[in-house]
């Protein structure tokens, strides 16, 4: 069996003029709502085997703030390029690719491919995943690359801990 936990960014801040979108920072907010959100999963799951972040900063300090959360070390998160680009395909590459020593991930991404995923994977229709929100996916499966519909057994999101 393999789990996987898809988050979506915190929320991000747009006051910043001449910057490219991939360095926008998170906003005060977005860093609370990432606090709030991992320490809230700390009761519910246990720490996943490996990290995964989009190369954009607010995908990367999401990470930083869930692998602190989690004593998870910050130097074995580990970066993806691709998870950057918002083609459907990249996430599913991205999870399809992970090593099978890993019975659970977590992956920090972006809006389009997480909607696009956790409908096409899971067993729960979501019509959006907030900035912050997290959904996990139970497969029944003992490799990544041979995922299938799967079993949608959370859905946390910043609001419910308000």
Known sequence: MKTLYIVRHAKSSWEYTGIKDIDRPLKERGINDAYLVSNALLDKIKCPDTFVSSCANRALHTATIFSYAFNFPLANVKISKSLYNFSDGYLIKTVKALDDGYESAIIFSHD???????????NRKLDHVPTCG????????DHWKNIKKGNTFLFEYPKLHR
Do not use: L, R
Request: a negative charge.
């Open 112 to 122: 389009h491919g997480i909607s696009y995923f956790v409908n096409k994977f899971g």
């Open 134 to 141: 997290v959904v996990g996916i139970q497969f029944e499966d």
